[in-house]
């Protein structure tokens, strides 16, 4: 005879057994993960902007007396680049290094780890000055409508700029300027005073003795140019002009 063999009996299906288990699994879970170690902490990266704030803290307290509007700024490292956070980074330049225009500033890490870099400050000097207000060509006499005071940066020119309008107006432009161009004394003249073939008077002056005679200008003088001058009897002198239109000729003892 076969044996008999008998299932047990399946009563109706039981939701709330099913999610109770499924509870006590999660719990089990979250038990036994609290026992796994936490992961380390990610590494911590420097802030770039905060090297460049630093890099430009460093000149403002450095530059020195500049006699203008001061402005610093600096150009932040490129965020992509990883270093470890620094405490306390320290900014420093090469002695005798000159704070003036683009320059740079080396910003390193003294501590662990320790790194290094440059970070690029532009540092301009802001004066005011006289610009053209348009363009001027060689040999135009400056007048007041020529010419409008603003700011210059200092670090951009190669020569000062001037600043009264008395060394400006009524001179010469010696070169053509562009429109907004700073004017510097090296940018004029003095307006032509003598012209040539004009005749004038010529002040010879022979050691405490002056005589005054009559001659010819052989080239254009401004005030304060020296110029050749025909003498009456054809002899052919230097002289200074002056601001009377006379030139005065030092002649050398007999």
């Given at each position: 005879?076969?044996?008999?063999?008998?299932?047990?009996?399946?009563?109706?299906?039981?939701?709330?057994?099913?999610?109770?288990?499924?509870?006590?699994?999660?719990?089990?879970?979250?038990?036994?993960?609290?026992?796994?170690?936490?992961?380390?902490?990610?590494?911590?990266?420097?802030?770039?902007?905060?090297?460049?704030?630093?890099?430009e803290?460093?000149?403002?307290?450095?530059?020195?007396?500049?006699?203008?509007?001061?402005?610093?700024?600096?150009?932040?490292?490129d965020?992509?680049?990883?270093?470890?956070?620094?405490?306390?980074?320290?900014?420093?330049?090469?002695?005798?290094?000159?704070?003036?225009?683009?320059?740079?500033?080396?910003?390193?890490?003294?501590?662990?780890?320790?790194?290094?870099?440059?970070?690029?400050?532009?540092?301009?000097?802001?004066?005011?000055?006289?610009?053209?207000?348009?363009?001027?060509?060689?040999?135009?006499?400056?007048?007041?409508?020529?010419?409008?005071r603003?700011?210059?940066?200092?670090?951009?020119?190669?020569?000062?700029?001037?600043?009264?309008?008395?060394?400006?107006?009524?001179?010469?432009?010696?070169?053509?300027?562009?429109?907004?161009?700073?004017?510097?004394?090296?940018?004029?003249?003095?307006?032509?005073?003598?012209?040539?073939?004009?005749?004038?008077?010529?002040?010879?002056?022979?050691?405490?003795v002056?005589?005054?005679?009559?001659?010819?200008?052989?080239?254009?003088?401004?005030?304060?140019?020296?110029?050749?001058?025909k003498?009456?009897?054809?002899?052919?002198?230097?002289?200074?002009?002056?601001?009377?239109?006379?030139?005065?000729?030092?002649?050398?003892?007999?």
């Amino acid at each position: 005879m076969e044996p008999i063999i008998t299932k047990p009996r399946q009563g109706p299906a039981n939701p709330a057994g099913t999610f109770g288990g499924a509870v006590l699994v999660l719990l089990c879970l979250v038990v036994a993960l609290g026992d796994v170690p936490a992961a380390p902490n990610s590494p911590v990266w420097q802030d770039m902007a905060a090297l460049g704030r630093l890099a430009e803290q460093y000149v403002l307290q450095n530059v020195g007396d500049t006699g203008g509007r001061l402005q610093v700024s600096a150009v932040p490292p490129d965020e992509r680049l990883r270093l470890a956070a620094c405490a306390m980074p320290i900014a420093e330049t090469a002695e005798g290094q000159r704070l003036w225009g683009w320059t740079q500033v080396r910003v390193r890490c003294p501590g662990d780890p320790a790194w290094s870099l440059s970070v690029r400050v532009r540092v301009q000097i802001f004066v005011p000055a006289l610009l053209t207000r348009r363009a001027l060509p060689a040999g135009h006499l400056i007048e007041p409508a020529d010419i409008v005071r603003s700011e210059v940066d200092l670090t951009g020119i190669q020569r000062p700029a001037l600043r009264d309008d008395a060394l400006v107006i009524g001179r010469v432009a010696r070169v053509g300027l562009a429109a907004g161009q700073a004017i510097g004394a090296e940018h004029l003249r003095s307006p032509v005073l003598v012209r040539r073939g004009a005749a004038l008077e010529v002040i010879a002056t022979v050691g405490q003795v002056s005589v005054t005679s009559a001659g010819t200008a052989l080239q254009d003088g401004a005030i304060g140019e020296m110029i050749r001058v025909k003498m009456q009897g054809g002899r052919t002198v230097q002289g200074i002009v002056t601001a009377d239109g006379r030139v005065e000729v030092q002649m050398p003892p007999p």
